[in-house]
Structures are given as structure tokens and as C-alpha cells.
């Protein structure tokens, strides 16, 4: 999905290489084109057959988050310099959220910062999309266990990634 830029360039050095072919064996090109177009066929009924394979299950996510929720004392923290895109679209309102002032957590105050947000908040929920470029060394996570917050089993979110839960003691 992510080199879907590359497709039609490849598809125009197929084709010429098809060409170039059918100079020496049209019966050879015959037989490359077709079994071009039979994979291309097959990966396509294999791409609309399974839907994981067609986009990140964000809305049927947010819902999960919201049903767990189940209170007005949650937060939704992302490690992100602002609530990511889909996010906005399915939930604009429907959770309190907070997310870092820059781009990258760079330093363990970044993070209590970040953390501080959620200051009084029964339930956050850790998304870990793109974490590993924003907070590499999960400053976040770990502050969130050194504000005193439980780790609960997380939310597995298919392509999204895990959702990160936690609560308070009492």
C-alpha cells in the first residue's frame, strides 16, 4: 500500500519489457502478458476479499475506546504534535484528548508535561501509532507508570496498532 507511487512506473518497464520481448516470441509476450494480467487479477480479488487489507479500522477503534470507557473521567493522549487526522473526522468531540507540543518527545519533562494533561483522569488511552518515530524511547509510557497509573491489557486496533490503556489505582 505504502509503494502504490512505484505502480505505474513499473507498469511501463512491464510493458516495455513486453514489447521488447514480443520482437523476438510473440507466443512468449503472449504468455508474460497474460500471466501479468492473471497476478495482477488475483492480488486485486485478494485485496477487496480481505478487508485488513483495505484501510485502518480507525472509526470501528474509536467506538471500542468509547465503549471501554464507559465514564467522563478518560483522556485519549497521542504521542503526536496533533490528534491524528481520522481521529478528527470520527471523534472530534466525543473524548477530551491531549497531544505533545512539538513533534518528537526529546526529553523526560516533555513527557510529565504530556502526562500532566491527564492529570486527574480516571482512564488514558496510549495510542501507539507512529510512536516509534515520536517517542522512540516510550518517555510517555513510562512517566504514565511513574504518575502512578496501571497498565491495562491494551486494545489490539488491527492496522491502527495497540491503543495503550490505563487507570488509576483507586
Given amino acids: 500500500k505504502r509503494v502504490l507511487l512505484c505502480l505505474p512506473a513499473f507498469f511501463i518497464m512491464l510493458a516495455f519489457g513486453i514489447e521488447q520481448l514480443s520482437t523476438f516470441s510473440k507466443k512468449l509476450a503472449l504468455l508474460a502478458a497474460s500471466a501479468f494480467v492473471v497476478s495482477n487479477l488475483a492480488t486485486s480479488l485478494a485485496y477487496y476479499r480481505t478487508p485488513s487489507f483495505q484501510r485502518e479500522p480507525w472509526k470501528a477503534t474509536i467506538l471500542q475506546i468509547k465503549e471501554d470507557c464507559n465514564s467522563s473521567s478518560c483522556i485519549v493522549l497521542f504521542a503526536f504534535d496533533a490528534p491524528f487526522a481520522p481521529w478528527k473526522w470520527y471523534a472530534s468531540s466525543l473524548l477530551p484528548i491531549a497531544h505533545l507540543d512539538s513533534i518528537q518527545v526529546t526529553d523526560r519533562e516533555e513527557a510529565r508535561l504530556m502526562v500532566s494533561k491527564a492529570s486527574g483522569m480516571h482512564k488514558v488511552y496510549l495510542f501507539d501509532y507512529l510512536q516509534d518515530i515520536t517517542?522512540?524511547?516510550?518517555?510517555?509510557?513510562?512517566?504514565?507508570?511513574?504518575?502512578?497509573?496501571?497498565?491495562?491489557?491494551?486494545?489490539?486496533?488491527?492496522?491502527?496498532?495497540?491503543?495503550?490503556?490505563?487507570?488509576?489505582?483507586?
Fill in 135 to 170: 517517542d522512540p524511547q516510550r518517555l510517555i509510557l513510562s512517566e504514565l507508570e511513574l504518575q502512578g497509573y496501571i497498565q491495562l491489557p491494551p486494545i489490539d486496533a488491527g492496522s491502527v496498532g495497540f491503543v495503550r490503556r490505563f487507570t488509576t489505582a483507586d
